[in-house]
């Protein structure tokens, strides 16, 4: 079966440091990669996307950027987290034939 | 692009019917899709439709009009697990790999 990890599962920062989330997919080869932002109450915010190794689409200019060295491997980077980084971070895989979207736990981003 | 809207709370009592309206505008839609997730957790599938028409899963069904771009969720027999935040999502051609969820509606069961 499929299995999607994210860590950390928590993270303080502080403003101006920099940021390194990783995600990784398991049973499943070639999968579509997405990196959701969610705010406190609020709705997700589709960040990246990735159809395959190297390709990455972005949704929103930001200071993040998105990297996918493996197949099954998804990375959210910052040089230098804001404020408004804050939120919860979530990594999400789709096969490529079927509509259902499969979210990782998440991770729990707090820059100070 | 896309956008979608739903109401942003709903409350109901154990036992009871409720219904989350979600309305979209897309270009060349594919589908809608229904999340459920609960505080502190991510989001977890509930339905897919395709196609004009209501989808049953258990106490979950899911309705679709693509003609007035407007579909819902109804929970039936309504328990306190169900107290969480259930999103509506699009898929349309041009974007088909991505998925663009609506801004959620929080359901609140009470006893």
């Known amino acids: 079966s499929q299995t999607i990890h994210q860590w950390p599962a928590t993270l303080v920062q502080p403003v101006g440091s920099p940021l390194s989330l990783e995600c990784t997919v398991e049973?499943?080869?070639?999968?579509?990669l997405y990196w959701y932002r969610q705010a406190a109450g609020r709705g997700l915010q589709l960040l990246f996307y990735?159809?395959?190794?190297?390709?990455i689409s972005s949704e929103v200019p930001q200071n993040l950027s998105a990297s996918r060295p493996q197949d099954r491997q998804f990375i959210l980077s910052s040089k230098k987290l804001l404020l408004s980084d804050s939120g919860f971070y979530l990594c999400?895989?789709?096969?490529?034939?079927?509509?259902?979207?499969?979210f990782g736990p998440g991770t729990r981003l707090t820059v100070l | 692009g896309q956008s979608l809207e739903q109401p942003s709370e709903v409350t109901a009592v154990e036992g009871a019917i409720v219904q989350i309206n979600c309305t979209y505008q897309?270009?060349?839609?594919?589908?809608l899709s229904w999340y459920q997730q609960h505080d502190g957790g991510a989001p977890t599938f509930l339905s897919y439709?395709?196609?004009?028409g209501l989808e049953e899963t258990g106490r979950f069904s899911s309705f679709l009009s693509r003609s007035d771009s407007y579909g819902y969720l109804l929970l039936q027999e309504l328990q306190m697990k169900d107290s969480a935040s259930y999103f509506c999502?699009?898929?349309?051609?041009?974007?088909?790999?991505?998925?663009?969820f609506g801004t959620g509606t929080r359901l609140l069961v009470s006893p």
């Open positions: 999400a895989w789709r096969d490529r034939v079927g509509d259902t979207q499969y």
């Open positions: 049973g499943t080869s070639n999968p579509n």
């Open positions: 990735s159809v395959g190794i190297g390709q």
């Open positions: 897309t270009s060349g839609f594919y589908g």
């Open positions: 439709n395709g196609l004009d």
């Open positions: 999502a699009v898929r349309d051609r041009r974007g088909f790999q991505k998925l663009v």
